[in-house]
C-alpha cells in the first residue's frame, strides 16, 4: 500500500518523531513533581510497557497469523478483524479524538516555541529590561497556515523525508536542552531536587497530589505513538515479516527515546529542582546563550511540523476513505485534477480533501487559542490515551490471538498490566483536568500572553 517508507530505519524515523515531540520539554516539570526516586523509576516503566504492548500490537498487523494472515491497514482494521463489535467504533473514537487532541497540544507547543525565539531576542536586546510581553495567537495562527499547506500532502508516504528531518530536529532540541541543563547544574555547583519531589510549602498538599497525577500524563503523553503504529507498520516492506521488522524498531526507538528522556529529565530537574519549568527550553534563566535557545526552538517548531502530519495523516485517511464509500459517486470527494508543476509531476487536487484537510487545521488552531495550556493539555491527552490505545486493545488482542485460556498465569498477568494502567490513565486525567480548572480561573479566550 505505501511505496517509500518501507525499512528500520524510517519506521524508527516515524516512531521517534512521533514520540520524541514536546512531551520531553516537560520531563523535567514531570519529575519535579516525583523526584528523584519515582520520577526515574516511573518513566523506565513508561517505557517497558510501551515496548511490551507495541510487541503486542506489532503481531496484530496481521491477522489472524501474524505473519501470513491477512493484513490490517489501520489500528481500527486490527481491532475489527481480532475483537470485533462495538470495541471498534470505541477504539475509533478514542483514536481519533487522541490524534485531534495531538493537533491541538502540537500547535500550542509550536506557539510556545516561536513565542520564545522572539522573548529571548527581545530580551537579549533590552538587557533584560523589557519583560517582552507576546501574545500567542499570531504565532497559532502562522504554524496553522503552514500546516494546511502541509497537509495536502496526499497520503502517509509521502512525508517520509519529513519524518526524517523531524526526526533530526527533535535530537538537536533535545541534545540543547540536555546541554544546557549540564551547563546549569555546573552553574549551580551541586544537583537540585529532593528523593520525594516539590515540597509541600513551595505547592500547596492539594497542589502537590493533582501536581504528580498530571506528571504521570505527562509522562505517559511522552511515550504515546500506539495510536498509529498499525499505521507506521503498514509502510514496511517484507520478507522479514513486517512484525519482526516492526519488533526491532520499536526496541531502537523505544531505547533511544528512553536514554533521552532519562538525561533530559533529569538535568533538567537537577537544574531546576522544585522550580523546573513546564516547559524546559522555555523557563526563566534560559534567556543566555540566546542564540543557541533560538536553534532549539526553531528545531522544535520544524519537528512539530513534521509531528503533526505523521499523527493527522491517519485521520485525514480515515474520514476521506469514509466519505469516498459513503459516496462513491460524488465528484466532489472522489476527482483527482491534475495541476501541472514546472519541473516536477503533476499534483493530484481533490477537491473534498483541500476543503477537509483545511477545515481541520482551522478548527485544531481556534481550539489551540482557545484552551492554550501546554501541560494540562499534554498531561490530558496522555491520560485518555494511554490505556485504552497503548495497553487495553493491544492486550485483549493478544489474548484472542494467542487464544490465551481465561485465568490461566498468562491471563491474569496481563489483565493486572490492564487494570494497573487503567488507574494510572484515571488519575492522571483527574490531575490534569483540575490543572485546567485552575488555569481557568484566571484565562480570557483569545488573550494569551507570555
Known amino acids: 500500500m505505501f511505496l517509500f517508507s518501507r525499512t528500520i530505519w524510517t519506521a524508527s ?80 473514537l478514542i483514536q481519533y479524538l487522541n490524534l485531534f487532541g495531538t493537533a491541538i497540544g502540537y500547535t500550542i507547543g509550536a506557539a510556545i516555541s516561536m513565542m520564545a525565539i522572539k522573548r529571548s531576542d527581545c530580551f537579549h536586546a533590552s538587557d533584560g529590561k523589557n519583560p517582552c510581553h507576546i501574545s500567542s495567537n499570531p504565532y497559532m495562527i502562522l504554524f496553522g497556515v503552514t500546516q494546511i ?105 523505544v531505547a533511544v527515546t528512553t536514554a533521552f528522556y532519562m538525561l533530559c529529565g533529569c538535568m ?39 509531528a503533526y502530519q505523521v499523527y493527522c495523516q491517519p485521520l485525514f485517511a480515515f474520514v476521506e476513505h469514509w466519505a469516498a464509500k459513503k ?11 491534475k495541476v501541472p508543476i514546472p519541473g516536477f509531476r503533476p499534483y493530484s487536487l481533490n477537491v473534498f480533501r483541500l476543503v477537509w484537510r483545511t477545515f481541520f487545521v482551522i478548527v485544531s488552531t481556534v481550539l489551540s487559542m482557545l484552551i492554550p495550556f501546554f501541560n494540562d493539555v499534554l498531561g490530558f491527552l496522555g491520560a485518555i490515551g494511554f490505556w485504552p490505545l497503548t495497553v487495553y486493545f493491544p492486550v485483549e488482542m493478544y489474548i484472542v490471538q494467542k487464544q490465551i485460556p481465561k485465568w490461566s498465569t498468562r491471563w491474569m498477568c496481563l489483565q493486572m498490566l490492564s487494570v494497573a494502567c487503567l488507574i494510572i490513565s484515571v488519575v492522571s486525567a483527574a490531575g490534569s483536568i483540575a490543572g485546567v480548572v485552575i488555569d481557568l480561573k484566571v484565562y480570557k479566550p483569545f488573550h494569551t500572553s507570555y
Not at 516539570?29 to 507495541?54: C, D, E, R
Open 149 to 253: 499547506i502541509f497537509s495536502q500532502i496526499p497520503d502517509f508516504d509521502r512525508i517520509w523525508w519529513l519524518s526524517i528531518v523531524a526526526a533530526v530536529m527533535s535530537f538537536t532540541y533535545s541534545s540543547i536542552g540536555l546541554g544546557l541543563g549540564i551547563a546549569k547544574v555546573a552553574e549551580n555547583g551541586s544537583f537540585k531536587g529532593s528523593l520525594t519531589g516539590i515540597r509541600i510549602g513551595t505547592v500547596t498538599q492539594a497542589q502537590k497530589v493533582w501536581g504528580t497525577f498530571q506528571a504521570l500524563g505527562n509522562i505517559a503523553f511522552a511515550y504515546s505513538y500506539s495510536m498509529i503504529l498499525i499505521e507506521i507498520q503498514d509502510t514496511i516492506k517484507s520478507p522479514p515479516s513486517e512484525s519482526k521488522t516492526m519488533k526491532r524498531a520499536t526496541l531502537l526507538s
Open 327 to 337: 459516496w462513491p459517486g460524488n465528484e466532489f470527494i472522489t476527482k483527482e485534477v
Open 13 to 92: 524515523a516515524h516512531i521517534i518523531t512521533a514520540v520524541i515531540g514536546s512531551g520531553v520539554l516537560s520531563l523535567a516539570w514531570a519529575i519535579a513533581q516525583l523526584g528523584w526516586i519515582a520520577g526515574p523509576t516511573v518513566m523506565f516503566l513508561f517505557s517497558f510497557v510501551t515496548y511490551y504492548t507495541s510487541a503486542l500490537l506489532a503481531d496484530c498487523y496481521r491477522s489472524p497469523d501474524p505473519h501470513t494472515g491477512k493484513r490490517n491497514y489501520t489500528y481500527m482494521d486490527a481491532v475489527r478483524s481480532t475483537l470485533g463489535g462495538f470495541k471498534v467504533k470505541m477504539c475509533g
Open 268 to 306: 533538567g530537574y537537577a537544574a531546576f529542582g522544585d522550580l523546573a519549568p513546564g516547559n524546559l527550553l522555555t523557563g526563566f534563566g534560559f534567556y543566555n546563550p540566546f542564540w543557541l535557545l533560538d536553534i532549539a526552538n526553531a528545531a522544535i517548531v520544524i519537528h512539530l511540523v513534521g
